[in-house]
């Protein structure tokens, strides 16, 4: 109203509730949801709201935009010994759960690293994540079969490339358009292979000797980079740390001030990671804490 926002419309069991607002409203949707609730509310980019039929209400062009995130594809062996996850799920692991002991209380990340491949970048390029188990498309592609196996997964967390979220529909229910226009920097791919030849290399070492059993995927067949290259196309995926797409500045495409207050808007703050302008070269967890945390400051202090 007036350019100030004064309540939350929400469906609850099925109902349509509205809560009203005293004094501001705090949006913490996520890098996804953030600007979703922002455009259906009529804040965001002018065209693009009037393509779903929604009335604007301030013109942000920046909402949705600078989608930002980290990559990572897998590198598969099988196991030698019956001593990976795919034993998760025996009575006997069930009852070392029970006592906060066992397989069932892994992580799955069970261990990591950094490592600069460019010697002009700032910050680590690669990060690698270690799974003792089969870990393909979300763990949706992994065999059946209970064999045991072990994945390394090369990730990129310093992609050149920014992407998109936009609505598919006015409706709230309707679940947005995420591009995010990975690989729009071909550089990005160098440092993916980089990290799979690392990857091999770092399971090629006499500490696996033991454990290594053939490469299930690629396969040793996989040799040429533009064959590399293939296997990062079929099975890259997210890391799911999206940032960026509220981002926090005074240019044209910022979406909130270093207050995290919406701009244009009265009364409306967004608190979480959508408000970084550029992602970091690491996990996103602690600095959305870290917003959060620092939000909540300001709020006491306004």
């Not at 703050?269 to 690491?282: H, K, L, Q, W, Y």
């Amino acid at each position: 109203t007036d350019g100030r926002a004064t309540g939350v419309t929400f469906l609850a069991n099925g109902k349509e509730h509205t809560v009203s607002a005293r004094k501001e409203i705090i949006l913490s949707g996520g890098s996804i949801n953030s600007p979703q609730v922002l455009m259906i509310s009529g804040i965001g980019p002018k065209e693009h709201l009037n393509k779903h039929g929604i009335s604007v209400v301030h013109d942000l062009p920046g909402v949705g935009q600078n989608l930002q995130d980290h990559f990572m594809m897998p590198v598969v062996y099988t196991c030698t010994k019956p001593v990976s996850l795919s034993q998760a799920g025996t009575k006997e692991q069930a009852t070392l759960y029970a006592k906060s002991k066992g397989m069932l209380t892994s992580n799955i990340a069970e261990a990591g690293g950094f490592l600069r491949i460019n010697s002009k970048s700032a910050a680590p390029d690669l990060q690698f994540h270690f799974v003792p188990g089969y870990s393909i498309s979300d763990g949706f592609g992994n065999p059946t079969d209970g064999s045991d196996a072990f994945t390394i997964m090369p990730s990129l967390v310093q992609s050149k490339g920014t992407g998109t979220v936009k609505l598919a529909s006015a409706d709230p229910n309707t679940k947005p358009l995420i591009d995010h226009n990975i690989f729009q920097n071909e550089s990005d791919y160098d440092t993916l292979i980089a990290g799979f030849k690392i990857a091999r290399q770092i399971i090629a070492s006499p500490a696996l000797d033991e454990l290594r059993g053939k490469e299930f995927l690629p396969g040793p067949t996989v040799k040429t980079d533009e064959q590399i290259k293939a296997h990062i196309n079929k099975y890259i995926q997210t890391i799911y740390h999206p940032v960026g797409t509220c981002k926090m500045g005074s240019d044209d495409m910022a979406v909130v001030d270093h207050k995290l207050r919406v701009h244009g808007i009265v009364g409306l703050r967004v608190a979480d990671a959508s408000i970084m302008p550029t992602i970091m070269n690491a996990n996103t967890n602690a600095p959305s804490i870290m917003i959060g945390e620092k939000c909540a400051d300001m709020i006491l202090t306004a």
